[in-house]
């Protein structure tokens, strides 16, 4: 995004992609704008309606992410047109729309392209409050950190490909992925928070990253407070890690300041990719037992995991 040319200015466009947040925010009106946003990948379970119900709340997490309410959605499909049963596609669109069914999402239609590589995702758009956006801009020092859900996700979808994760692990990540973030939207706006994004494809380090840079401050994260998914770390122990552990620590680059103690292998699941992952909430410290409360009654593994600081040499410091 960095080389193209800047757009005319438009005071109605809230957010944009200069903060490298989750969706875009446009307000129509004073009281009313909207939340859009568009994500899509390739299969990371065995299930094909699982795959589409993953993808489906991956997608619409990023409008939740910013306090929004999500209204409608577009499919994008990438399928091949000969060698893969069309069964199949159709299994991937149920688990889809039962999600967006659930979470009163209506699909409006989409659009397929013959690929052999099969993907699949939505275009979601919102609404909100143009007042009550919460962004990677919002974090304030003093403020606490909170993630909703357990990471280790890309690992384990690892641990599934090469069939090398327990069942009872797979099970638990297919859950938690199947966890949607509505709950924490609500009490995010329940909660007046204006600093928040969902941890996906760049890791909790790169998500909590981006945070740290558009809002000029520095995070620390408390590594042994992470909550983590069963077998996950056993996973990165056995080395069944992700692209993303590369690219992801090439992302963040040198910005990140890491304590000796914190192994490779937790480094790797701080790093990991997660698909439909939890989001990551700051909120005033006097007000952070009360909301991890209220996230707790939807997200049992919720956890305060650091604070904001002045902004120091590094984005991040991991201890």
């Not at 758009?125 to 357990?150: E, F, H, Q, S, Y």
Request: hydrophobic share 45%; glycine share 10%.
């Amino acid at each position: 995004m960095g080389d193209l040319p800047k757009q005319p200015f438009d005071d109605n466009l809230l957010v944009g992609f200069d903060t490298a947040d989750d969706a875009g925010v446009y307000r129509l009106r004073d009281d009313l704008a909207l939340v859009q946003t568009l994500d899509f990948f390739t299969p990371i379970v065995d299930d094909p309606f699982d795959y589409g119900r993953i993808a489906a709340l991956n997608s619409i997490n990023d409008v939740w992410a910013m306090g929004g309410k999500p209204i409608t959605a577009m499919a994008i499909t990438c399928f091949p047109k000969k060698g893969v049963d069309f069964a199949i596609l159709g299994e991937i669109m149920r688990g889809g729309l039962d999600v967006l069914t659930k979470n009163g999402v209506v699909l409006l239609g989409g659009h397929s392209v013959d690929n052999q590589q099969i993907m699949f995702g939505y275009s979601v758009t919102g609404v909100i409050d143009p007042r009550k956006v919460a962004t990677n801009a919002g974090a304030r020092v003093g403020d606490t950190v909170i993630l909703t859900k357990p990471i280790g996700t890309g690992i384990i979808s690892t641990g599934i490909k090469f069939a090398k994760a327990d069942p009872s692990v797979a099970a638990t990540s297919i859950e938690t992925m199947l966890l949607s973030g509505r709950d924490a939207a609500a009490a995010m706006c329940e909660f007046g928070v204006r600093g928040a994004t969902d941890v996906t494809g760049f890791g909790l380090l790169g998500h909590a990253w981006e945070l740290a840079c558009a809002s000029n401050v520095t995070i620390e994260i408390d590594s042994a407070r992470v909550p983590l998914l069963p077998g996950a770390l056993g996973l990165a122990r056995a080395g069944l890690l992700t692209s993303g552990d590369k690219t992801n620590r090439e992302y963040v680059g040198d910005d990140v300041e890491t304590a000796p103690h914190v192994s490779k292998e937790l480094q790797s699941l701080l790093y990991d990719p997660q698909t439909a992952g939890g989001l990551l909430v700051l909120i005033a410290p006097e007000h952070a037992d009360a909301l991890l409360s209220r996230l707790r009654e939807a997200y049992h593994h919720a956890a305060i995991i650091g604070r904001v600081i002045e902004r120091g040499s590094r984005s991040l410091v991991v201890s």
